[in-house]
């Protein structure tokens, strides 16, 4: 078994001249540490590739991982808004499929609603301005957006016009990431128009001396 994954790693080395002498094998490494001998451990090593890493997969994830982090608190989040849903329906006993009950249950429903609402419009485009204009400021963004609208669902859990501030806000903020995912957008296809127009060029040139 360890033959096999010392076997992909040469090979992925020759696959990837870019990445020469950075692909490491952590499974030969961790396998070597417990001893050759070990056929529990090889239960474990059924891809050997996805144990090889290069500088250039790492930079690639360095260049996610704040917007993946926002991700997931955003998750985080929304299952916080719906465990509030549930533990006020116990509390003000209000059954499912029933969505009608004292005010008190409506406004942390109606909350619960809006923001699980929005969700996917922020996710959208918090990766969009994050991957083609500048990830820390998305990141930064998506932040202050679940901020407010953890501030909008306290607010309206407690009385309706307390929701107000904390919903312009997070508006604002989406507006910016939004704002944001356009202008990375546009400078990305811009920025390729020479790149096309040098290619057709060549081509041209190169059917011409043909």
């Not at 996710?123 to 204009?133: I, R």
């Not at 957006?145 to 669902?153: D, E, G, H, P, T």
Request: include cysteine.
């Amino acid at each position: 078994m360890l033959a096999v994954l010392e076997q992909s790693c040469s090979m992925q080395r020759v696959n990837k001249p870019f990445g020469g002498n950075t692909c490491s094998c952590r499974a030969i490494k961790f396998q070597s540490q417990l001893g050759r001998g070990s056929s529990f451990w090889s239960l474990f090593y059924l891809s050997p590739a996805a144990f090889c890493c290069t500088t250039k997969d790492n930079n690639m994830l360095d260049k996610i991982a704040l917007l993946a982090a926002v991700t997931i608190l955003g998750v985080l989040e929304q299952a916080y808004f719906a465990l509030q849903v549930i533990s006020a329906r116990r509390k003000y006993k209000v059954s499912p499929p029933c969505v009608m009950g004292p005010p008190e249950f409506e406004r942390v429903f109606r909350a619960q609603i809006n923001c699980s609402e929005y969700f996917p419009i922020f996710v959208s485009v918090l990766w969009v301005a994050g991957v083609f204009f500048h990830q820390g400021a998305a990141a930064a963004c998506g932040l202050l957006y679940l901020y407010s609208r953890y501030q909008y669902f306290r607010g309206y859990a407690l009385a309706a016009h307390a929701r107000l501030g904390p919903m312009h806000f997070s508006a604002r903020v989406l507006w910016i990431l939004i704002g944001m995912a356009i202008v990375g957008l546009l400078i990305h296809f811009l920025s390729l128009r020479p790149l096309l127009l040098r290619q057709d060029l060549l081509s041209k040139l190169h059917r011409f001396q043909g």
